[in-house]
């Protein structure tokens, strides 16, 4: 049954309405007349008729099919009379059609009336017909601010080497796609190569925190077994200095060494210039006809005095070191065999970052003593050597490899030796040690094999400014003093100390300590105090200030017979000194009181610092023995030039 329209339930509003205006009513469901049992028993009773009774029934069906059709064209018939009739009429027709519906109700089997209105089939619901639109949402407008994009102009020219550019970049961006893509489908090798080595990179990079771990941790330990020490470093002050006028101690602390290097000696010491508690000590061997193939240079710190904490190894000894001031992780080495190198402490340190290399780039012989420089004009880092076949050499770090030049030449002044055929022979000086000027750079000294100390410059390589007949062996070690760079001092294998001024051409002060001195230097504390070692294991503490003719503290360091003292250094802000000896050991010693005194400044300057205060001791001290023998002037030559 199909039907046009829209369905209403009747007891809807709308369909009551609907109903109210069409005038048409709704019927409800028929009732079912009889009992439950005999709607079953008629049920039943259909089911068991035969073929025969169901023809029957079928033209039955038919006959009454037919009925119904004609009775729904007199239905149609009546409805066109019933529009003609008055408005009575139509209310009699209506009153007629109710009865009608009552007769059909109490006797279905009949058929219903045929003037009667048109029924509608008898349902749970009424459907009536009915038109609807769809509710269409009324438009609006809706606004909004907000920040414009930003914009600008822009020109350009496109010229005929603008497009070629334009298209070369896009071939080659299209090589690299498709270089890209060969890689991807034949590289599945070279990406198991790359994954293991990240997973190696990877490894390593543990490696260094758990190195960094087991570091802090054996400091810890350190640090307890040593706790005493350590307490002594810091805060023992000798009271036995309270009744000794004029002596002092050194109160034995710590004992640093490297277990895999016994058999060589201690050739260089050095003091980190930014980390005050951590120092370099090179290790090689003078015995020329007994050289190892082999050196080393090893980083310790006091906090953690059982094994070094940066360690190089090399294939020659290694005879001297220095630390940049500005940059303290790069190290500069000289080696047995002349060559040099520099280590960056921050990277890979067991290759060098930059390494001489060849017979012409580096000294042919020993190189006995390693400065840095200041700065080059394009900001370039350098170097100075000074090597035993008496040349020095600038050596300038560019970014691939070093740059090579001879600063000096050393010659002796009556070293020319004639041949048999008439041709001279300049002798060359064997330099040993050098040290540069603390306030004017470009002026330096070295010290020669036979004694000699030159003073030089950089701005002139041909010739010396002044010559010192200092000493009659090796001058093995120079330094200048912190509070007046006019005053440095030497020593040497003849047993002398000496004590220099600038443009003087005889010493101030002349110490003999009965033994070959290794090393020699001024306290950073005091401008009188100076430490000596010599190769009987001793170590010779004089204030000039406090006695002029013999030290305040002369101390045995390690045994006569069985070990030679060779280096010595002092720490830059802590009262202690560290000592090197020959059989790869390296002693640290504090100061006593006594041997570290200040200046009181007097009642009425309490304002003068402490640098002032040593400048005017050291003054004071010097115009005692600057004075000259009668009719002794010394005269400014060219070659004399102040420091």
């Known amino acids: 049954m199909e039907m046009d329209g829209s369905a209403l339930h009747i007891d809807s509003d709308e369909a009551k309405i609907q109903m109210e205006e069409t005038g048409e009513i709704g019927y409800p469901l028929p ?24 023809e029957e029934g079928e033209e039955k069906a038919a006959a009454q099919a037919a009925k119904e059709g004609e009775d729904e064209v007199g239905e149609e018939e009546l409805e066109g009379e019933e529009e003609e009739v008055v408005e009575e009429g139509a209310a009699e027709a209506e009153a007629a059609a109710v009865e009608d519906a009552g007769e059909a109700a109490g006797a279905p089997a009949t058929a219903p009336a045929t003037g009667g209105r048109k029924r509608k089939l008898l349902n749970q619901f009424n459907f009536c017909e009915r038109s609807a639109l769809t509710y269409t949402n009324p438009r609006r407008n809706v606004e909004t601010q907000t920040i414009p994009p930003p914009r600008s102009q822009y020109g350009a020219n496109v010229l005929q080497w603008n497009i070629y550019d334009s298209y070369a970049d896009d071939f080659e961006q299209q090589q690299n796609e498709r270089d890209k893509k060969d890689e991807k489908r034949g590289g599945h090798r070279k990406d198991v190569a790359k994954k293991k080595l990240d997973k190696a990179a990877e490894a390593e990079l543990l490696n260094k925190k758990y190195l960094k771990a087991w570091q802090i941790l054996e400091r810890m330990i350190n640090q307890n077994i040593y706790e005493e020490i350590a307490n002594d470093y810091r805060y023992w002050e000798d009271p036995a200095d309270e009744y000794r006028e004029q002596e002092g101690t050194l109160l034995p602390l710590w004992k640093f060494n490297y277990d895999r290097i016994r058999k060589l000696s201690v050739t260089d010491l050095l003091f980190n210039p930014m980390y005050y508690d951590l120092f370099a000590v090179c290790y090689g061997s003078h015995e020329f006809m007994k050289q190892p193939n082999e050196g080393a240079i090893c980083f310790f710190t006091v906090k953690n005095p059982s094994y070094p904490d940066y360690i190089i190894s090399t294939e020659s000894g290694v005879m001297c070191c220095d630390i940049h001031p500005t940059y303290p992780f790069l190290v500069a080495i000289g080696m047995y065999d002349g060559s040099v190198a520099v280590y960056n402490l921050r990277e890979d340190f067991e290759k060098p970052l930059y390494l001489s290399v060849g017979v012409h ?4 012989e020993c190189a006995w003593e390693i400065k840095w420089g200041p700065d080059m004009a394009d900001g370039e880092i350098n170097f100075y050597s000074v090597s035993t076949d008496g040349r020095v050499f600038n050596w300038v770090l560019m970014q691939n490899d070093f740059m090579i030049t001879t600063i000096t030449t050393l010659f002796l002044t009556n ?12 002798l060359r000086s064997c330099g040993s040690c050098m040290k540069f000027h603390p306030s004017n750079p470009e002026i330096y000294l070295i010290g020669t094999e036979e004694g000699l100390i030159y003073k030089c410059s950089i701005a002139y390589s041909s010739k010396y400014l002044m010559t010192y007949n200092a000493h009659h062996l090796t001058v093995y070690r120079i330094d200048f003093n912190r509070f007046n760079s006019n005053i440095f001092i030497s020593c ?16 101030l002060f002349i110490f003999d300590l009965g033994s070959s001195v290794g090393d020699v230097k001024w306290a950073p504390f005091s401008s009188t105090v100076f430490a000596a070692c010599t190769n009987e294991g001793k170590v010779f ?50 100061l006593s009181p006594n041997l570290r005194l200040m200046v009181k400044p007097p009642k009425k300057q309490q304002y003068l610092d402490q640098n002032t205060l040593q ?3 050291l003054d004071k001290l010097l115009s ?18 102040k420091s």
């Not at 780039?361 to 042919?364: A, I, M, T, V």
Request: net charge negative; hydrophobic share 35%.
């Open 361 to 364: 780039n580096k000294h042919s």
């Open 624 to 641: 005692l023995v600057r004075e000259l023998p009668n009719d002794m002037v010394i005269l400014e030559a060219p070659t004399t030039t």
């Open 492 to 507: 040497s294998g003849d047993w002398r100390v000496k004590v220099w001024e600038d443009m003087r051409p005889e010493p």
């Open 615 to 617: 400048v005017q001791k």
């Open 541 to 590: 503490v004089f204030d000039l200030n406090v006695n002029k003719y013999k030290p305040i503290c002369v101390q045995a360091v390690v045994p006569k017979r069985k070990n030679k003292l060779t280096r010595l250094a002092f720490n830059e802000n802590l009262p202690f000194i560290i000592v090197g000896d020959d059989k790869s050991t390296v002693t640290s010693l504090k």
């Open 415 to 426: 070293g020319i030796v004639e041949g048999p055929d008439g041709t001279e022979v300049h």
């Open 31 to 54: 009732t079912l007349t009889g009992s439950f049992i005999e709607v079953e028993e008629d049920r039943a009773s259909r089911i068991t008729k035969g073929p025969d009774e169901d």
